[in-house]
Each structure stands twice: as C-alpha cells, then as structure tokens.
C-alpha cells in the first residue's frame, strides 16, 4: 500500500509506491541534525511527485552527490534524490513530512554522518 506526504505549505504533494516504513534514520551530519530529519529510503522509481515539481529547487552539499529537494515556497524539505552505494537511483523521504506515520512508532536506527 502507497503512502505519501507534501511539505508544510501544500504545494509540494509527492506519494511513494512502497509499505510506509517502521524504521527510520536519524542522522547526525550538520545539515540532519539542524533539519531534525527521520529518513526512509526507498527506490527512485517509487517517488512520485503528484503535484508542485515547478516548486522544488534542489540543495547540494558536501560531495553534491544527493538533490535535497524542497519547496521553494514554504522552504520545508520532503525528501532528497540521489544513488545508493550500488549506483541505483534511490530517493530519502523525510517521514516528518509523512502525516499518517507517527514518528514515535518508528525504531529508530542513528548514524553518525558526522564523521563521513
């Protein structure tokens, strides 16, 4: 079963092709940590942005490897594009940005990206 989210404002409205997770990722890196990021990942191919493509703008740091993507309105930061370890494309949705997922129901797993 499909479950999806948008960023704060609305106009950023994206679904992902996959069971909702109950684990997510809580990073330390600098730009994680001061977003307060949960990530999930999934395959590129299971990200559809159903509506505000035009709203995105991308946010690249570091290697400039992944496409933080957010809304250029609100400035709320859905999910970010990029490629697994294996050259898949792969995408990271911030399940913050998920409604129906409860954050205190997801095991959550740290990784200390600090120190990549």
């Known amino acids: 079963m499909a479950f999806g989210g948008s960023c704060h404002c609305g106009a950023v409205v994206f679904e992902i092709a996959a069971e909702a997770p109950k684990e997510a990722m809580s990073c330390n890196c600098s730009h994680c940590r001061r977003k307060g990021f949960l990530l999930s990942f999934v395959p590129g191919d299971a990200l559809s942005i159903v ?3 035009a709203a995105l ?32 494309a792969m995408a990271a949705i911030n399940l913050r940005c998920v409604p ?10 740290k990784v200390d990206g600090a120190s990549f």
């Open 51 to 53: 509506q505000g493509e």
């Open 57 to 88: 703008t991308d946010y690249r740091f570091n290697q400039h490897n992944i496409a933080h993507r957010f809304c250029s309105v609100c400035g709320c930061q859905p999910f970010g594009m990029g490629k697994g370890p294996g050259g898949a």
């Open 100 to 109: 129906t997922i409860d954050p205190d129901d997801l095991a959550i797993q």
